[in-house]
């Protein structure tokens, strides 16, 4: 399990970086490598190239403010897991970051590569699209905006073309009245998980307006499902069984669990349907604490 | 440029600064085992998953099979040989886990006394849920995680004896 020979530059300026992409077709983004030097060892990756982009100046850094946290492509999962200002503009990072990987693979993956990465198990391209959160991307052509929820198109297919670079992601700030709720089962924690689910919910005078959640590991893209109409017209009570085993309903009605040696499709399901009720709940309790002007 | 043109790196490994030839491909792992000859750090899975090459890179673990050696040129790496005082005392996770029989076969051991050299830096005081959770990340194959669980306490016990 050895990667194949493969060439390597470590460029110090973005637009050299986009050069030497532009350039080569086969050229290959590494930043964290912790997707990808696997699928070198097993070879189901053979870049020609690979454009190292950790000597980039700028990349490092959290930027957060009232909108929302701006994270550089260099920021390690570990460094934005331990980023206090970000965890209190937006829980749902920490929430989730905790679940991805290991401590020693969090200390050099990013957050940004492991969204261009596009893996449907992953748990951060599900939290920017239940977000609505956006990529920075730059190329020789210019700069563009992608939307979280066109940035994965298929089974590690971005939406990226690969002459650009992603330079940062930004995840909006958790709006007033928002809650959100984030579980995962896997066979060892910090493992992939068989089903992971992030929900987002809203209320406002006593109702719920908004709830959403997204799927990880359940279909080849991650999934954002709009549970609304499950829960709306809610009464001033907590969301009731009912509703919400009405919309664990909804949410499999638009998921297409696959069946792998860990999982059979049904037991995939399975996990949906109670992992949906669960953060779906966990979602409302954050909205109603903090609308009650408690801690975030 | 040919795929295997040798890249000229500098190791800092144990404090100690090697200046090695290897082509891009060369995994930090067995950057550190053949052309150091520092076979203390152990390779089981080679894709990230059991831990057991985990090495300290600027003084936090990363899995050495998940590197490649050229991108950590000018780093300072600490392997399982760089933990022992230099006179050979054993450090305090090292000399918890010969107290506890934190090891069976040995194979993952260094992996779990770096994974743990820093995590007992970062949390001295664990609880045993959080001793727990510092060493999940490394799989064993003896399945000796009791002793290696309590290891890390009383690893935790002489460093706090220690300082």
Not at chain 1, 99 to 116: C, F, M, Q
Request: hydrophobic content about 45%; charged content about 20%.
């Amino acid at each position: 399990m050895k990667p194949a020979p493969v060439g390597y530059l470590r460029p110090t300026s973005l637009e050299e970086a986009c050069r030497a992409l532009a350039d080569d077709p086969d050229a290959k983004v590494l930043a964290g490598g912790q997707s990808l030097v696997p699928l070198l060892s097993m070879r189901l990756a053979a870049p020609s190239t690979l454009v190292d982009i950790n000597a980039l100046p700028g990349l490092d850094g959290v930027e957060v403010d009232e909108a929302g946290v701006r994270v550089g492509a260099l920021v390690r999962h570990a460094d934005l897991l331990a980023h206090d200002g970000a965890a209190r503009v937006q829980p749902l990072l920490r929430m989730a970051l905790s679940h991805v990987a290991h401590a020693p693979i969090r200390n050099r993956g990013t957050t940004v590569g492991s969204l261009v990465h596009a893996d449907a198990a992953a748990e951060m391209p599900a939290v920017l699209a239940l977000l609505g959160g956006t990529v920075e991307v730059v190329s020789a052509r210019g700069t563009r905006t992608v939307a979280g929820a066109d940035l994965v198109v298929g089974p590690l297919e971005s939406s990226l073309a690969h002459d650009e670079v992603a330079t940062s992601a930004w995840f909006p700030a958790l709006a007033d009245g928002q809650g959100v709720g984030f579980a995962e089962i896997s066979r060892r924690q910090g493992d992939y998980a068989l089903c992971g689910v992030a929900a987002l919910v809203r209320r406002a005078a006593g109702r719920v307006v908004e709830a959403r959640a997204a799927y990880l590991a359940v279909d080849e893209t991650p999934t954002v499902v709009d549970l609304l109409p499950a829960l709306d017209g809610d009464p001033d009570g907590d969301p009731d069984e009912a509703r919400l085993a009405a919309a664990a309903d909804l949410a499999l009605a638009s998921l297409s669990p696959a069946g792998d040696i860990h999982a059979t499709e049904q037991y995939r399901a399975h996990l949906a349907r109670v992992l949906t009720v669960r953060v779906l709940r966990e979602a409302d309790d954050h909205a109603r604490r903090r609308g009650q002007g408690g801690a975030a | 440029m040919s795929a295997e043109e040798p890249h000229e790196v500098h190791l800092v490994v144990n404090g100690t600064t090697y200046d090695v030839q290897v082509p891009a491909r060369r995994l930090l792992s067995d950057a550190l085992r053949h052309d150091l000859g520092l076979t203390g750090t152990h390779v089981g899975c080679e894709h990230g998953v059991c831990g057991a090459c985990t090495v300290l890179l600027d003084g936090r673990p990363v899995r050495a099979c998940l590197l490649l050696a050229v991108t950590v040129d000018g780093h300072e790496v600490t392997t399982v040989e760089g933990l022992a005082g230099p006179d050979g005392t054993l450090s305090a996770v090292q000399e918890g886990f010969r107290q506890c029989h934190g090891l069976q076969c040995g194979f993952c051991t260094p992996g779990f006394l770096t994974t743990v050299t820093a995590g007992l830096r970062e949390n001295p005081d664990p609880t045993h849920e959080e001793a727990r959770e510092m060493v999940a990340g490394n799989l064993c194959r003896c399945t000796g995680y009791q002793n290696i669980v309590r290891a890390v306490e009383r690893a935790a016990e002489l460093g706090r004896e220690q300082a």
